[in-house]
């Protein structure tokens, strides 16, 4: 097993390795020491293992309740999050309680703004489960909901209280949602570590999975310990996410996955950088063919014009524009401020 600490408003430790979820309420009490807990779920996952997570935390002395809510980005609304109050309002949750996101993205997501907002702030531990959530979204803090124009445009930065990543889990996921994470952990290395980009191009992570998840979220922490509210450097994690935010909306949601969208982001935003003569060349290429070793997609037919006039409903645009990441090369990213009247002509290819 190995611990990663993150460094943050909140000091909290991210454990990785086999056997997590049987364990949960072992290491929840060594930290936390919790009377009563809800485990937040959805109807995929919760059938799988919220009774083993219960179990877990019934065994080391804490109450526990589970709310199950149906899956799909579709439910990441308020009116799931008011559903979430009442359960933790019926299981008498306090301050000194937890709430506890066992799922992927989304249940992590929704489950950290209820906690967030909930009595004005009550811990919260994450137990994702998909390779999406290992590798990306357990970690930093970013909480949140979508509203119909736009994504996670209603959030919080609210930390978990601890990460338990079971590297166990990700042997039951079907195909695509592994390659659905596998976007995220290539997006790591194109913004900061080449030579873990290289792993992913020439060997099969199978092989170094739980390395990958390590460094994937060392990665993060790094970069979260230094801008913890995305003011600066915490931006570069939104490579290929302007244009992989705006395929999603212009998807409805519905019929792609976020990695899909963000395999697409990633190559659309470096095909733009070669362009510009800001990337070096054949990087784009490179994006593609791993991306593609991992059965994601690359192209969209949408237009630049529905690309960019989606892509101004994006919650990181600014009063005038988007600060777009681009990569000089793997591993090397940056900021490039853009315009909103010059996106279009900038993403044309």
Request: with cysteine; proline share 3%; charged share 25%.
């Amino acid at each position: 097993m190995k611990t990663l600490t993150v460094h943050t408003s909140k000091e909290y430790d991210v454990l990785i390795g086999k056997g997590l979820l049987d364990r949960a309420g072992d290491e929840v009490q060594k930290r936390l020491h919790p009377a009563k807990a809800v485990i937040v779920t959805d109807s995929n996952v919760g059938p799988l293992y919220a009774a083993a997570v219960k179990r877990s935390l019934q065994t080391r002395g804490i109450q526990a309740a589970v709310f199950t809510f149906p899956a799909g980005e579709a439910q990441k609304r308020l009116s799931t999050i008011s559903e979430m109050y009442e359960v933790f309002a019926a299981a008498g949750l306090t301050r000194g309680d937890l709430a506890v996101a066992l799922g992927g993205g989304v249940t992590g997501d929704m489950c950290g703004f209820a906690s967030a907002t909930y009595l004005r702030g009550i811990p919260f531990v994450q137990i994702p489960t998909s390779l999406l959530a290992q590798v990306d979204s357990s970690v930093g803090g970013k909480t949140g909901v979508d509203l119909e124009v736009g994504k996670n445009l209603v959030g919080a930065f609210w930390q978990p209280s601890l990460v338990l990543c079971d590297t166990g889990v990700l042997s039951t996921l079907p195909g695509r949602y592994f390659s659905d994470g596998m976007a995220e952990a290539i997006k790591a290395g194109c913004i900061k570590d080449k030579d873990l980009f290289a792993r992913m191009e020439t060997e099969d992570v199978h092989d170094f999975l739980e390395d990958m998840i390590a460094r994937c979220i060392d990665i993060k922490r790094q970069v979260v310990e230094n801008d913890e509210k995305e003011q600066g450097e915490r931006m570069l994690l939104n490579f290929g996410h302007t244009l992989g935010h705006a395929i999603e909306r212009l998807y409805h949601y519905e019929g792609i996955a976020h990695g899909e969208a963000v395999a697409i982001g990633m190559v659309r935003a470096a095909l733009a950088g070669e362009k510009a003569g800001l990337t070096q060349p054949g990087t784009a290429a490179r994006i593609q063919k791993v991306a593609e070793k991992f059965s994601l997609p690359t192209e969209t037919d949408f237009s630049c014009e529905e690309l960019a006039k989606a892509a101004f409903t994006d919650k990181k645009r600014s009063a005038n524009g988007v600060n777009f990441v681009l990569l000089h090369a793997i591993g090397d990213s940056f900021i490039r401020p853009t315009l909103l009247n010059e996106l279009e002509s900038f993403i044309e290819i």
